[in-house]
C-alpha cells in the first residue's frame, strides 16, 4: 500500500505537495487516490453537487472554494452519493459540514475545516478547468493522492 511520503521518495521529480496548514480528513477513508476532476467556486456548491452525482470511477474531485470556511461545500447527502457513484475522495480548499455523519461514509474527504452553514445555490461555479490549491495547479486527468501526511499531484498515475 502507498503512502504520500513514500511517493515523494520515489517520484521526487515528478510530483508537487499542496502546502498550507489546516487541511483535515473528514471521510471515513484516509488513504485516497486517482485521476482528478475539478470544480472552482466560491461558497456555492451548485458544481459540486453536479459533478458527484455523475458517476466517479475513482476520481478525486478537487475544489477551489477559494478557502472559505463561511459555507460548507459538502456534507453528508452530497458525499454519500458520491461513495455511491463510485468517487475515491473529494478535496475541498474551503469548508464540509455534517462531520459526524461523514466519518463514517466510505469516501476521502480532505477540508481546511467545517461550519454547519449550508451552501448558498446560484448554479455558479465551472467545472474542469485548471484549479490552483496549496500552490499547486490541478489540471483534469492529473493524478491526486492523499493520506495522512499530505496532499500530492502528478501528471500521470504512480501506483
Same mark, same amino acid.
Given at each position: 500500500?502507498?503512502?504520500?511520503?513514500?511517493?515523494?521518495?520515489?517520484?521526487?521529480?515528478?510530483?508537487?505537495? #499542496?502546502?498550507?496548514?489546516?487541511?483535515? *480528513?473528514?471521510g471515513a477513508v484516509r488513504r485516497f487516490g486517482g485521476p482528478a476532476a475539478t470544480v472552482r467556486c466560491f461558497e456555492d456548491n451548485s458544481r459540486v453537487k453536479e459533478a458527484l452525482a455523475e458517476p466517479g470511477k475513482g476520481q478525486v474531485l478537487v475544489v477551489d472554494g477559494g478557502g472559505s470556511v463561511r459555507h460548507a461545500l459538502i456534507g453528508d447527502m452530497i458525499a454519500a452519493r458520491a461513495a455511491e457513484m463510485g468517487w475515491a475522495g473529494v478535496i475541498i480548499h474551503g469548508a464540509c459540514r455534517d462531520v459526524e455523519v461523514l466519518a463514517g461514509i466510505e469516501i476521502g474527504i480532505m477540508?481546511?475545516?467545517?461550519?454547519? @452553514?449550508?451552501? @448558498?445555490?446560484?448554479g455558479e461555479g465551472q467545472f474542469g478547468i485548471v484549479v490552483s490549491l496549496?500552490? #499547486?495547479?490541478?489540471?483534469?486527468?492529473? *493524478?491526486?493522492?492523499?493520506d495522512e501526511n499530505g496532499i500530492i499531484r502528478a501528471s500521470r498515475a504512480l501506483v
Open positions: 500500500m502507498w503512502t504520500t511520503p513514500d511517493l515523494c521518495d520515489a517520484h521526487a521529480e515528478e510530483i508537487d505537495v #499542496v502546502t498550507g496548514i489546516g487541511w483535515q *480528513h473528514f477540508a481546511l475545516g467545517s461550519v454547519p @452553514v449550508r451552501s @448558498v445555490r446560484r496549496g500552490g #499547486v495547479r490541478f489540471y483534469p486527468g492529473d *493524478h491526486v493522492y492523499a
